[in-house]
């Protein structure tokens, strides 16, 4: 009974961690409600600095949701009984009376902006170190010409971290866009930074078909050489380096690879209820930067993946939902990536519980 | 949470043509399978039945069963 394994009904989360919130460009002068590890978050930027704000999304009072209450300068101002709220979640008006009870406060939540990403710390907030934000400087670098977009998704998160750190469903899911046969018949070297928290998976394919995505963004036409390049930092962000070129070429002897083609895929999975998870996705590149019909092929197409990706994963959490407590499953050589993120998941997930007393109430 | 890279780094290589995995712990010890659940579950055992010895031939290497 090799590779057999009884599945919890649904992955924990991993507490006093950082989250991708959002694009950075998502958050401005409206307020924007996103729910992030079963807390209601409302986001919004100051006026007078620009700095993203990150509140508690339920009025003290009578937890009215602040997204539906509206900004006033640097505050928010509840749309039921008008509490207003500071940029720290002191309340500093209530109706009809000059004492503001001392108690009157929401949580607010640490915040990085970084790459072009909104990052917020789900946890202790004494515990959050800005430092340790894993990065994507592409997203944000000139250098690079990035498409991008969200994609909510009616599944544990525990799902699409499985569907991304194994890359041979690109082979059947996603036959005709980016996968080809060589994807799943290609072997793939896993690596754990146990201390580090980094899982990596690499699959380096010599002689592949060219997929539409890259053989009409590339303008490549042949075969080609294809590496695959994990990078999943736990719990959250998920780097894949992609690198495409003509069969045969590879990087040169000093490290330099003009020859070739190289798009750097960057993914956020935000857990944000148990059934419901952000899929922020992003796809840039460092060729034919100022093409726009480029540009518009990749959003379009990566979109349409995703999409598939999100239909799939709807489907499974129902079949799922359907099955007896306790299900098995069966895990094969393409599943060691996998395996070794749901483990490094697990092991976040309850240091997080150890740690974690702090919860999203006043 | 990310992290500098740290020394302990546990490897798995699908070899070439062939069904099996080939894993490396951080402290040296080997082994190879067929099962990537068997397989990671000895890897994070360490040290319970890690013999540091190094690189093992082929033909010395401890098989799952």
Redesign the interface.
Do not use: F, Y
């Given at each position: 009974m090799?590779?057999?394994?009884t599945l919890a009904r649904m992955t924990a989360f991993a507490r006093?961690?950082?989250y991708v919130a959002a694009y950075g460009r998502e958050i401005g002068r409206e307020l924007l409600g996103r729910t992030i590890l079963n807390e209601p978050i409302a986001f919004y930027r100051t006026e007078s600095d620009d700095t993203v704000i990150a509140l508690a999304d339920r009025c003290v009072h009578r937890r009215y949701p602040l997204t539906a209450g509206r900004l006033d300068g640097d505050t928010v101002v509840c749309g039921y009984h008008g509490f207003t709220y500071d940029t720290g979640g002191t309340c500093v008006f209530v109706p009809g009376q000059k004492r503001v009870p001392r108690t009157a406060r929401v949580p607010s939540y640490p915040i990085v902006e970084q790459d072009s990403l909104v990052w917020v710390w789900i946890g202790d907030p004494a515990l959050a170190?800005p430092r340790?934000?894993?990065r994507a400087p592409w997203l944000a670098d000139p250098r690079w010409t990035t498409v991008g977009g969200m994609e909510p998704i009616d599944a544990d998160y525990g799902l699409l971290v499985d569907n991304l750190l194994d890359l041979s469903h690109e082979t059947y899911l996603h036959s005709g866009y980016i996968g080809t046969p060589e994807v799943a018949e290609t072997?793939?070297?896993?690596?754990?930074?146990?201390?580090?928290?980094?899982v990596r998976v690499s699959r380096h394919m010599d002689d592949a078909e060219c997929p539409p995505f890259y053989a009409r963004s590339t303008g490549i036409d042949g075969r080609i050489t294809r590496w695959q390049d994990i990078e999943y930092?736990a719990p959250c962000?998920y780097l894949l380096h992609s690198r495409i070129a003509p069969a045969g070429v590879l990087p040169r002897p000093d490290g330099s690879d003009p020859d070739a083609f190289h798009v750097e895929i960057t993914y956020a999975i935000t857990p944000s209820t148990d059934r419901h998870v952000y899929d922020f996705w992003a796809v840039s590149r460092d060729f034919a930067q100022d093409d726009e019909e480029v540009t518009t092929f990749l959003h379009d197409l990566n979109r349409t993946v995703v999409l598939q990706d999100v239909a799939a994963l709807n489907l499974l959490q129902k079949a799922l939902d359907t099955e007896r407590e306790g299900y098995q499953e069966l895990?094969?050589?393409i599943?060691?990536g996998g395996?070794?993120a749901r483990?490094i998941l697990a092991r976040?997930a309850a240091e997080g519980e150890k740690t974690a007393p702090v919860v999203a109430s006043p | 949470m990310s992290g500098a890279p740290t020394a302990e780094v546990y490897r798995i290589d699908w070899l070439p043509g062939t069904d099996v995995l080939h894993g490396v712990c951080h402290c040296g010890a080997e082994r190879t399978a067929e099962d990537p659940v068997e397989l990671w579950q000895w890897m994070l055992a360490h040290p319970t039945g890690h013999q540091p010895t190094g690189h093992q031939p082929a033909d010395h290497r401890e098989e799952m069963t």
């Open positions: 090799t590779g057999i394994t006093n961690q950082w170190d340790s934000v894993p072997p793939i070297t896993t690596e754990v930074d146990e201390g580090a928290g980094v930092h962000l895990s094969i050589n599943d060691t395996l070794a483990r976040l | -």
